[in-house]
């Protein structure tokens, strides 16, 4: 058995080889595409600063509590840099559907994970006991309302309703992490492909979560707690200052528990990639744009026409990117419109907002979190957090007051 030292280091090496014998052009900071670019040192380092930025907003809050957490210092601080990011990259984006994910990632993120938290607190409804109290959307907290309804739509349409659409994690990782896209910071080929299966020893801890909260509180459920939230953390922000090395994805393909969960219900649930082997050229493309190492078309061949894959997060660069249109997204709307045919064409086509019907989605999507976020203000100046709700209406009906 070789020392792990002696299986990265060739791993990280191979990402560099294909590049090292050319010289590179540096893509414009104006264009993004799918095919991964090559920036100058400027730009890296201005997205390694926001990262570390984001690091010492979560630290200060954690544990260091050096300044009152204002927005440009706590946890927040990294949804901030999200939007600021987001904005550029979604102007520099060449492929229509990435540029619309972005959109919905970066308004999700601004809306759900950002303004309504922060602003107005609430509580979830949630099962079993929780040591720290989930605010709106705790989509990665067992028990909560949110993380019953988001494990539903992993099953009827794929990870890419949380890695995808909808995740700081991601959302940080796409939009400043693009410069560390290309080959030279990510680990590719078949051994990095291996380390994907490292996260399951992150998801045996979350089961271990899983399991804690639904046990009364006790020192040995809050300890164990604690110590989940320090494993999950840490490496989630070491992994933005190591992305030079490790790539902009590295704790989506290699640790996340969260990721594995909806990847498991990628594979029983009804999303998939279908692929036509007789249209492919097999010119690789596929694999080239996967963020995820994914051996696309490979997959595909060898599985009977599907690529179906715990690691997929539906991001779609591969089958908006393919030439042969070989590629297609399948998902519970193929069960209510079989001839539904969610291939380049179709996704690119989706993404067209000089297209009414794709215009009216915009807008009513807009609608939709103003709604909300307007909603949480109102519920807010009326009756506090959902907290309070009990002991408000209990005391309005002249009953005892309920304790939370
Ligand atoms: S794999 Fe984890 S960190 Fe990455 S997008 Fe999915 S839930 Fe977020
Ligand atoms: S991009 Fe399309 S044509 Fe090229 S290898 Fe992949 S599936 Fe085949
Ligand atoms: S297989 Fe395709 S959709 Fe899935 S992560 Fe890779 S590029 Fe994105």
């Known amino acids: 058995m070789k020392p792990i030292t002696a299986r990265i280091i060739p791993i990280l090496a191979h990402a560099r080889q294909p590049n090292a014998a050319r010289p590179h052009r540096f893509m414009p900071v104006s264009q993004q595409r799918s095919l991964a670019g090559f920036y100058p040192a400027w730009i890296k380092w201005l997205a390694w600063g926001a990262f570390a930025w984001a690091f010492a907003g979560w630290l200060n809050e954690t544990w260091f509590y ?42 999700n993120v601004t809306v759900l994970w950002w303004l309504i938290p922060w602003l107005y607190p609430f509580i979830e409804p949630y099962v079993g006991y929780i040591a720290g109290l989930p605010a709106f959307p705790s989509l990665h907290t067992p028990g909560t309302l949110t993380f019953f309804l988001v494990l539903i739509a992993v099953f009827l349409f794929g990870r890419r309703v949380i890695c995808g659409w909808n995740c700081p994690c991601v959302a940080i990782r796409e939009v400043v992490g693009f410069p560390y896209r290309h080959a030279d910071h990510v680990p590719r080929g078949d051994g990095a492909w291996r380390w994907r299966h490292l996260k399951w020893l992150w998801f045996a801890l979350y089961l271990g979560a899983m399991w804690a909260v639904t046990r009364p509180a006790n020192n040995t459920t809050s300890a164990y707690l604690g110590f989940f939230g320090l494993m999950i953390g840490l490496p989630y922000f070491i992994s933005f200052l190591l992305a030079p090395w490790v790539g902009n994805r590295s704790y989506c393909r290699f640790l996340c528990p969260y990721g594995a969960t909806f990847g498991l219900l990628n594979r029983v649930g009804l999303f998939r990639i279908d692929y036509q082997a007789e249209s492919c050229i097999e010119c690789g493309l596929c694999i080239k744009v996967c963020v995820m190492n994914i051996p696309v078309w490979e997959m595909g061949k060898q599985n009977h026409g599907q690529v179906d894959s715990t690691e997929c997060m539906g991001c779609g660069r591969c089958v908006t990117e393919c030439p042969t249109k070989s590629l297609a997204f399948h998902d519970a709307r193929n069960l209510l419109l079989p001839s539904l045919h969610q291939d380049r064409d179709h996704l690119r086509q989706a993404s067209d907002w000089r297209r009414p019907l794709v215009a009216l989605k915009g807008v009513a999507y807009v609608t939709l979190l103003v709604g909300l976020l307007g909603a949480a203000a109102y519920t807010y100046s009326q009756v506090g957090t959902l907290a309070e709700l009990p002991a408000r209406m209990g005391a309005l009906c002249g009953l005892p007051v309920l304790s939370w």
Do not use: D, H, Q
């Open 66 to 107: 050096g300044y009152a957490s204002p927005i440009w210092l706590n946890r927040y601080t990294e949804y901030a840099l999200i939007l600021i990011f987001g904005l550029w990259r979604i102007r520099a984006e060449k492929n229509p559907y990435t540029r619309k994910r972005l959109i919905w990632l970066v308004a």
